[in-house]
């Protein structure tokens, strides 16, 4: 490696998604002094944790300013969608700071669903037809919604916290979730305006790019569980658990999903002037052997993470570097030939209400995984829950089914009261 001057770095987050980013990137040579804002007690093992919130730009800029910070990556959409890219690029003590994500104007691909909708259309990019609305077109939207097969799926335009979704299986539950979205204002502004588009019936993957805005790098592909029950039934959660890689995602699906998704996604944001340098997270989903685009977002997927980076065998500082630079065609990404599989820890009651600050124990029985911590943090000299999801639980093996094994055995071993996981991750495999 060519000498380069070691990059203080500031992660933002606190979820799984950074705990296994902040584990990454503090092992790189290239990691100078690395901060993590707010982190949890997992990333302290990793960094120096700074009581500053992820959507706090005045305190995010000092601390970049107070830390010299080189590298600023924000883990969650929030901040982006937010426009923390540009507000780093219009402040001259800012500006030199690389920043790992797209401008406010590139984050719109996940931070509106309807302009996203709109740049597939544009450039061809297969995802299910669709119709937006809004209070002011309400009769039509019932309309469209009667004429339209079953099951449809209503969705809040803006940022929702993975609540915005609701596939209706007959009109009456359809038009009940579209009238709370643009009549009673539920999720507020970001229900104002409401995609209802048709639903797919297949299997869903998660497929991440790493681009400087020309060029892009694959990182390995995964699947999450989203459902909370096994079998993948009750409520949608932020996700109980990932594989990579997918093993119905074969070199003919993926070369598909490269041609028809992934470069015209690279190339018309591109061509239409939008500043994207950092992730794209496609969620896809295969139907009868053709990918189609379910949803983008402008980051990493958690709990994706926390088996995408751990297969990635690339140094993640050199690759930003190069992000930096423009260069990405220059870099060839190395996937660990090593399956993973994590498991996720959550409260009793998640992804409903659920009691924080139970003392967790047990750390120190666990062999050979990672322990990602999600929602932590520490308290009085122990481990405390903090949050729904709170710790992933990573493995390697030779095959899906025996990295998660190794997950499931370690997963027993870590404590609180009212611990719940599923105990089918990967069982379709
Ligand atoms: P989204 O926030 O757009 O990812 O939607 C959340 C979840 O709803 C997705 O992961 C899918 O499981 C499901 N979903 C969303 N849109 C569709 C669709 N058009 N057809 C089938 N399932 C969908
Ligand atoms: N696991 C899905 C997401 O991060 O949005």
Redesign the pocket.
């Known amino acids: 490696m060519e000498f380069q001057k070691m990059k203080n770095i500031l992660l933002l987050g606190s979820g799984g998604r950074e705990c296994a980013l902040a584990w990454k990137l503090s092992h790189s040579p290239l990691c100078g002094k690395f901060y993590i804002a707010p982190g949890n007690a997992g990333t302290e093992a990793y960094g120096i944790n700074l009581p500053v919130s992820y959507n706090d730009f005045e305190g995010i800029k000092k601390a970049c300013i107070d830390y010299k910070i080189d590298i600023l990556f924000p883990g969650p959409e929030d901040p982006l969608v937010a426009g923390i890219y540009d507000f780093c690029k219009n402040d001259p003590s800012l500006r030199h700071i690389i920043v790992v994500g797209p401008s406010k104007d590139g984050a719109q691909l996940e931070g509106s669903?309807a302009w996203s909708k709109k740049f597939m259309e544009r450039h061809n990019i297969p995802t299910?037809a669709y119709k937006e609305f809004s209070a002011g077109s309400f009769e039509q939207g019932v309309a469209y919604i009667k004429r339209s097969e079953l099951p449809i799926?209503i969705?809040a335009d803006g940022l929702a916290a993975?609540k915005?979704?609701v596939?209706a299986q007959n009109t009456v539950e359809a038009v009940k979730a579209f009238r709370a979205m643009v009549m009673n204002e539920q999720f507020g502004d970001a229900g104002k305006n409401v995609v209802i588009?048709?639903?797919?019936?297949g299997i869903?993957l998660s497929v991440f790019a790493f681009t400087d805005g020309t060029n892009y790098v694959l990182l390995p592909e995964a699947k999450d569980y989203?459902r909370v029950g096994e079998g993948d039934t009750g409520l949608?959660t932020g996700g109980m658990g990932a594989i990579s890689p997918v093993p119905f995602a074969d070199d003919v699906f993926m070369q598909k999903v490269t041609q028809r998704i992934i470069e015209p996604t690279v190339k018309g944001l591109k061509d239409e002037g939008i500043i994207y340098h950092g992730f794209i997270f496609f969620?896809l989903?295969k139907v009868k052997g053709e990918p189609y685009v379910?949803?983008y977002n402008c980051r990493l997927g958690d709990p994706e993470t926390e088996v995408v980076i751990p297969r990635l065998e690339n140094d993640l500082v050199e690759l930003i570097q190069k992000m930096q630079d423009g260069k990405l065609n220059e870099v060839t990404v190395k996937h660990s030939p090593k399956a993973a599989g994590a498991v996720m820890l959550v409260s009793e009651g998640y992804p409903g209400d659920y009691p924080k600050g139970r003392v967790m124990t047990g750390f120190e029985k666990v062999r050979g995984s990672l322990l990602f911590h999600a929602g932590t943090k520490v308290s009085g000299g122990d481990v405390v829950t903090n949050g729904g999801r709170v710790i992933a639980i990573t493995s390697y093996g030779d095959d899906i089914k025996l990295a998660l094994e190794k997950s499931y055995e370690n997963a027993a071993l870590v404590q609180y009261e009212g611990r719940y996981y599923r105990k089918d991750i990967g069982f379709e495999f």
Do not use: C, H, R, T
């Open positions: 669903k299910a799926v969705k993975g915005g979704v596939i588009e048709q639903f797919l019936d869903e989203k949608n969620g989903i379910i949803e």
